[in-house]
């Protein structure tokens, strides 16, 4: 693995932008300046080729403390000593959190998500911001999350050239939900809007699955991370959840729409509340409660239940603008997206950079999920995310294939998806049977795929996926998710089921819904095994 490969991705999950310095090696003389490193800016690292200060150089994170008469430097620190009497330069930078300096030096008193804040002023989760404090994970014997198994369906599918999967050949038995992804929220009304006209017209034919599997359930997601790109829709999550007549409209819409199309609840998928980033304010961490409380009692008030889930981060920074703590009662269970951890935007991010590492790294996916075990949340109802694609690469050297090895781009879009930077399993599937070359990430429990000299690629297979269904059950989580039922070629889903648990459920065949409509008043009776129907007497 490449050096510094685990600080960018401890980076990454939030370790916070500031957390662990690449450059840490630096101060390895000096206890004091190494652990500051170790906490101090990453950002800092990528430019900076040490920690001291002058009256011509400042600090990227910190300020710069009194100036050493002999050496004309200084160090770059946080707190009083540094940023009090003596100070040469951003002296006004406050720190994360307050160690016991006080508020004058602090920008809070305490790090979001409860995670530690550290001796140097960083909020972090691991030992050097906690002092060997290790927060317990729920431990189970028995397999809690093999009884739940949702697939989310992208109904954009049918626009691809290749590798399409109509509603009616979504593999049932399996699946306990189906989340069709996505619709939208108006922007102006805040009534239910269609991602286009072709994917409106598949709602009914993938809610009539449940006819032929009885149980299942079937979900409408709403948003998705492209309704918070740049455009018309950026801020219609945080609008709607500020504003109570907003929500009465949207409510009322949301209710009539899932009658009409006959799905069994809703999942919003925000991303990311409070992310400047992602078109998100400050006031989306109060706000998205209200909402939420405010949804659950008018769906209470319908009629009939209907479930309600949220999508989470995996990564501190994002999940940082949830209030999970006060959003756990008004939701029956929380997806974590366990997936796409790494990818190709990696590259914009100056305290990662643009090194290749598996975006279904089960360390990582470790460290994301103690934020929920930090706040108390009861592990029953959260859901863990699984891949069925890859996150792909094209990597500067040929001769660097490995982990943590540096790329220039997105590897080469699929014949069927078409995107650089990802491919379907099916997709994947088929360049190994031309000869790719896949090796194991111990570490990260996960497959890697190289070919074509400079073509890299990170996935799940069945090996690998045991191992997370494992840990999803020793961890008594409720369940796992499965992004997307339309990327797969059949195998993964067979994997999953192979090592679950769980019987499939009972699925009838399609010649029973093939009767005639007489335009009587009786009753559908599904057949037995035997070809004879229940109460099958006039």
């Not at 009692?297 to 989470?312: A, I, Q």
């Not at 756990?328 to 991010?349: A, L, Q, R």
């Not at 069945?462 to 992004?483: F, H, P, S, V």
Request: glycine fraction near 10%; proline fraction near 4%; aromatic fraction near 12%.
């Amino acid at each position: 693995m490449a050096v510094g490969s685990f600080t960018r991705r401890a980076l990454l999950l939030g370790l916070g932008l500031q957390s662990i310095s690449f450059f840490s090696v630096l101060a390895q003389e000096n206890p004091s300046l190494r652990t500051f490193a170790l906490q101090g800016g990453a950002e800092a690292a990528a430019e900076d080729d040490d920690f001291t200060c002058s009256k011509t150089k400042g600090c990227k994170i910190g300020c710069c403390g009194a100036l050493d008469p002999t050496t004309g430097k200084a160090v770059c620190g946080l707190g009083p000593d540094f940023c009090g009497e003596g100070c040469i330069s951003t002296c006004n930078y406050k720190s994360e959190c307050d160690p016991g300096w006080g508020a004058q030096w602090s920008n809070a008193s305490t790090c979001p998500l409860n995670v530690c804040c550290s001796d140097f002023g960083f909020c972090g989760t691991t030992s050097d911001f906690c002092n060997g404090v290790v927060t317990p994970s729920p431990q189970c014997n028995t397999r809690t999350a093999d009884e739940k198994l949702i697939g989310y369906y992208e109904g954009w599918n049918m626009q691809r050239p290749c590798g399409t999967m109509p509603p009616e050949d979504i593999p049932l038995g399996a699946y306990t939900h189906i989340n069709f992804a996505f619709a939208l929220i108006n922007p102006t009304t805040f009534r239910i809007d269609a991602m286009d006209a072709e994917t409106a017209k598949m709602y009914k034919r993938v809610t009539k699955l449940k006819e032929r599997q009885p149980g299942l359930q079937v979900w409408i997601a709403i948003g998705g991370w492209a309704m918070n790109d740049p455009g018309p829709y950026r801020t219609t999550f945080s609008d709607l959840a500020k504003s109570t007549s907003a929500q009465a409209s949207f409510f009322e819409s949301l209710v009539t729409f899932m009658k009409a199309n006959n799905f069994d609840g809703v999942d919003i998928d925000w991303e990311y509340p409070v992310a400047e980033d992602r078109g998100g304010i400050a006031e989306d961490f109060e706000n998205y409660v209200t909402f939420l409380k405010n949804l659950r009692n008018h769906l209470n008030g319908s009629g009939r239940y209907y479930g309600l889930t949220l999508t989470l981060p995996a990564s501190y920074w994002y999940m940082k603008g949830f209030d999970i703590i006060k959003l756990e009662p008004w939701v029956d269970w929380f997806n974590i997206m366990t997936y796409d951890i790494h990818g190709v935007w990696d590259s914009t991010v100056k305290s990662i950079g643009p090194y290749a590492f598996a975006h279904t790294n089960l360390t990582e996916i470790q460290l994301g999920l103690e934020l929920l075990w930090r706040n108390n949340i009861n592990p029953a109802r959260v859901v863990m995310g699984l891949g069925f694609y890859g996150r792909t690469f094209t990597m500067k050297d040929p001769n660097c294939m490995s982990a943590g090895c540096e790329f220039t781009e997105g590897a080469k879009g699929g014949e069927c998806t078409g995107t650089p930077g990802v491919l379907s399993a099916a997709e994947i599937n088929k360049i190994i049977e031309d000869g790719a070359k896949v090796s194991h990430d111990l570490e990260a429990a996960a497959k890697i795929v190289t070919w074509g000299g400079n073509q890299w690629a990170s996935f799940d297979d069945a090996e690998t996926l045991k191992i997370k269904l494992d840990y999803a059950n020793q961890r008594c989580l409720g369940g796992t998710m499965i992004w997307a039922i339309d990327l797969d070629d059949g195998s993964l889903l067979e994997a999953l089921t192979s090592v679950s648990t769980k019987k499939k459920e009972e699925v009838l065949a399609e010649s029973d819904f093939d009767m005639p409509d007489f335009g009587t008043n009786w009753d559908f009776v599904p057949k037995e095994a035997n070809g004879k129907r229940k109460r099958d007497e006039l």
